[in-house]
């Protein structure tokens, strides 16, 4: 509990804007991930990163962007050509990536664009 | 393609009664089935992990089961604090970064 740690929890913005989310672990864990959840679907992966400085594309990653600069931080990018950008975006992390580790997850951030 | 198949969406119970949830799966190689619980708003939580069938795992009033082809949530003599989605998801044996594969998720609704 409180592993992982998002900001903000609302956000809003207007449509055409590029709007950043953050998400820092204090689990010391090398993996972390963004995930996208929209009303009766399942959580569906945008990127994830195993190692500092090294990221990857997962199912949704077009219109977004991130960054892994330090180990304990993994910002997202929500870019004005991401379609349909209003969601509830979550976080996690996991000890590493290269075995069935279960993933941690944050409080979420619910972007609202209008 | 990995798929994931939660029945049924919704589950309402009444204090006590027990049920059990579904979670159908197709994926090439499993390496491991997770289960989560999220309440409204929130980031789901880590339950159980099962790896290969046959599997069961016990949680106070929850116990998650394995199979081949599916798994099973049973909530037994569920109270209103039980009241959640629970998420069911799978990583396959060749899955990139530990990717999982969500279903939809079963909202469970508990009545006193």
């Known amino acids: 509990d409180g592993g992982i740690t998002q900001s903000p929890k609302y956000l809003f913005r207007k449509e055409g804007q590029n709007v950043t989310l953050s998400c820092e672990q204090i689990?010391?864990?090398?993996?972390m991930y963004w995930y996208r959840q929209d009303p009766g679907q399942g959580l569906r992966l945008i990127y994830y990163s195993q190692i500092v400085n090294d990221f990857q594309k997962g199912d949704i990653a077009e219109g977004y962007s991130v960054s892994r600069e330090k180990k304990e931080s993994f910002p997202l990018t929500v870019t004005s050509a991401q379609k349909n950008p209003t969601a509830f975006y979550l976080c996690a992390s996991s000890i590493g990536a290269g075995a069935s580790y279960e993933q941690y997850f944050g409080p979420g951030t619910r972007l609202t664009v209008t | 393609e990995d798929q994931v198949t939660q029945s049924p969406e919704a589950l309402r119970l009444q204090e006590g009664e027990s049920s059990s949830l579904n979670c159908s799966y197709t994926v090439s190689g499993l390496r491991g089935l997770f289960w989560y619980r999220q309440d409204p708003g929130k980031g789901p939580e880590f339950l159980f992990t099962l790896y290969s069938a046959g599997e069961e795992k016990e949680k106070e009033r929850l116990k998650a089961t394995l199979t081949k082809k599916e798994s099973f949530l049973h909530i037994t003599a569920p109270k209103p604090e039980d009241s959640a989605t629970y998420l069911c998801?799978?990583?396959?044996?060749?899955?990139?970064?530990?990717?999982?594969?969500f279903g939809g998720g079963t909202r469970v609704l508990v009545k006193p």
């Open positions: 689990l010391n864990h090398d993996a």
């Open positions: 998801a799978v990583q396959a044996g060749q899955a990139a970064g530990n990717k999982l594969t």
